[in-house]
């Protein structure tokens, strides 16, 4: 079966860009799947970052937008997030999930184990 | 900015039933919102436990369901479960963008 698994540094300095890629096993990042990031503050709750298609529509949290860019590289079966300019807000666990879009349904499974990332000078 | 909303915390009995709601800022919650439910217990990533209002997944015990409610959507548990303490998450999709709600903390008791 499918299985996600982030990848990034855990330490990000303030201003700086945070960078994650998540990479998929037991399947194609080319099926018809979204392939979405969400982050979750320590003690807090889940905040949709955003996701992207195989052929690279993406959409993304409004209140992120500016900040943050999502690809996919087909050739390595992985999907990466780049937020800009973090500050400590931006300090969370942050998960991959596949979402699965079929005609009525819309579902996030797949996720990945998530990574801690921590902004701090 | 759109704003999902949950119920802060809950408890219930072992054994007993409860309810969990979801409601949107925009106005009531149809299957157009596509309704996900999320279970997350501490130091786990979020489990899927139902999608699209009402389906479940093949690991989704079957005293989890969902349904809409009085314009939300609804998480309900029947014959609660010691191990169904956790915090419970709704998602819903606002056509090309998803809004998580605050999340419910349910304490059986």
């Known amino acids: 079966q499918v299985q996600l698994q982030e990848s990034g540094p855990g330490l990000v300095k303030p201003s700086g860009t945070l960078s994650l890629t998540c990479a998929v096993s037991g399947g194609s990042i080319s099926s018809s799947n979204w392939w979405s990031w969400v982050r979750q503050p320590p003690g807090k709750g889940l905040e949709w970052i955003g996701e992207?298609?195989?052929?690279?529509?993406?959409n993304y949290n409004p209140s992120l937008k500016s900040r943050v860019t999502i690809s996919v590289d087909k050739s390595k079966n992985q999907f990466s997030l780049k937020l800009s300019s973090v500050t400590a807000a931006d300090t969370a666990v942050y998960y991959c999930?596949?979402?699965?879009?079929?005609?009525?349904?819309?579902?996030?499974?797949?996720w990945g184990q998530g990574t801690l990332v921590t902004v701090s000078s | 900015q759109t704003v999902v909303t949950q119920e802060p915390s809950l408890t219930v009995s072992p054994g007993g039933t409860v309810t969990l709601t979801c409601a949107s800022s925009?106005?009531?919650?149809?299957?157009?919102?596509?309704p996900n439910w999320f279970q997350q217990k501490p130091g786990q990533a979020p489990r899927a436990l139902i999608y699209?209002?009402?389906n479940k997944h093949s690991w989704t015990p079957a005293r989890f369901s969902g349904s809409l409610l009085g314009g939300k959507a609804a998480l309900t548990l029947s014959g609660v479960q010691p191990e169904d303490e956790a915090e419970y998450y709704c998602?819903?999709?606002?056509?090309?963008?998803?809004?998580f709600g605050g999340g419910t903390k349910l304490t059986v008791l």
């Open positions: 998602l819903l999709y606002y056509g090309g963008a998803r809004v």
């Open positions: 992207i298609y195989h052929s690279g529509s993406t």
């Open positions: 925009t106005g009531a919650v149809t299957s157009g919102y596509y």
């Open positions: 999930a596949r979402v699965t879009q079929q005609q009525l349904v819309d579902w996030f499974d797949p």
């Open positions: 699209s209002t009402s």
